[in-house]
């Protein structure tokens, strides 16, 4: 069905609730028919318009708008519609727009901009086009979720969201010297972000932090590692923080020439390590984590175990493992035992562990025996009370 079609009117008086001259839905509080219309599709939304009186004006208080610029002919319809469609609502609080594969993405800039002056609460935009969306980000009181994919913020100097709580931005540029003030933000996703300087003021107390970051186009000057580390200092104070496999690598390269922040707020840390550089920096990692109790890795990839026992026997302090009380481990049984040297290791050393939990992902048709695979793995332990447990899964071959 195009855009241009017309309703098909029986059709939507049956799916609202008329039938045989009784319209009993239509009997229901506004707000209630409201909340019904926005998980509807956009078209047939303003569609009901047409059912009656009671309908005609209903749509403009749908609080939610989901557009993919699939549905039209080009961008230009869908941009033509957003036009048209912000003068006539009256109190949209979700925007969501999919842009596909296509060409002049910038022709959203204007109205994106629009639509951020509606005291917006929730702001998605996914662009899956070859080229980045400009976007101007207003100070919105209202904004509670930002979620952008593909899309480069245009300049500003400094910008306060007081209600935001969501950030999950992937593949953003930023712009030099950004500044963000976000007094309230609990959650924060930064994934495959370009920026020069970036610095957030403020973040809640509990705020989680997940980076995914890879710095791999900076340079070896010295400036440009200055940038990665003011990045990372962002967190020295976040509770809850996961870091990927390509930023611990990104930090192992960073070690003989920048120190790392002191995370003195990181409680709970969780951690992908895929290759042997990457897990001879876990004791720089965990000395930068001076009150760290809960620690969970997810070991991947291992080719040279005597390089892992070496740098957690020879290099990683007994102070830094001295305050983990909860460790969770996921990783499968490689040929060098890589896996086991790192158990045993927390197990012998961890003076306050309470728990360490092992999750074994077992090649599906192979057969193991539980007691025997928890006996290779454990070892004297340095806290009695410690509880050690070996969980399983079969994964496909």
Known sequence: ?????????????????????????????????????????????????????????L???????????????????CVYFINKFLPNVKSLSEFKLIIGFEKNACLYERCL??????????????????????????????????????VKLNDFASLTLPCLKIMDLDFVIFPHDAVLDTPRLERLILKNCQFESFEIIRMSGSVKVHI?????????????????????????AVGH?????????????????????????LTSLRATIWSEDCLILLPLLLESCPNLKSLTLELINYDNPEAVTDSLSCELSF????????????????EQATEQEVVRY??????????????????????????????RFDSPRRCNLCQFEVLFRMCNR
């Open 113 to 150: 901009g629009k639509v951020m002056e509606c005291n917006i609460q929730h702001f998605s935009v996914e662009n899956d086009g070859a080229t980045n969306i400009p976007l101007t980000l207003l100070m919105c009181q209202s904004l509670v979720s930002l979620k952008l994919y593909n």
């Open 346 to 375: 927390f197990l012998g050393n961890a003076t306050l562990l309470k728990k360490l939990v092992l999750r074994l992902n077992l090649s599906d048709g192979e057969k193991y025996d539980p007691v025997l695979l928890k006996q």
């Open 319 to 334: 102070c830094s493992v001295s305050f983990l009380e909860y460790i969770e481990i996921e990783t499968a049984i490689t």
């Open 212 to 236: 995914d970051v890879d710095f791999q186009q900076m340079g070896d000057d010295l400036s440009e590692r200055n940038i990665i580390y003011n990045f990372l200092n962002n967190f020295s």
């Open 1 to 57: 069905m195009s855009i241009t079609e017309e309703p098909n009117r029986s059709l939507l008086r049956e799916e609202v609730g008329t039938s045989r001259g009784k319209d009993r839905i239509s009997l229901l509080h506004d707000s209630l028919l409201c909340h019904i219309l926005s998980f509807r599709t956009r078209k047939e939304v303003v569609w009901t318009s047409v059912l009656s009186s009671r309908w005609r004006d």
């Open 59 to 77: 749509w403009k208080w749908v609080p939610r708008l989901e557009l993919d610029s699939f549905d039209f002919p080009n961008n230009k319809a």
């Open 241 to 265: 923080m996961t870091l990927s496999d390509s930023t611990l690598e990104l930090i192992y390269c960073l070690r003989d020439m920048n120190p790392l922040p002191k995370f003195h707020g």
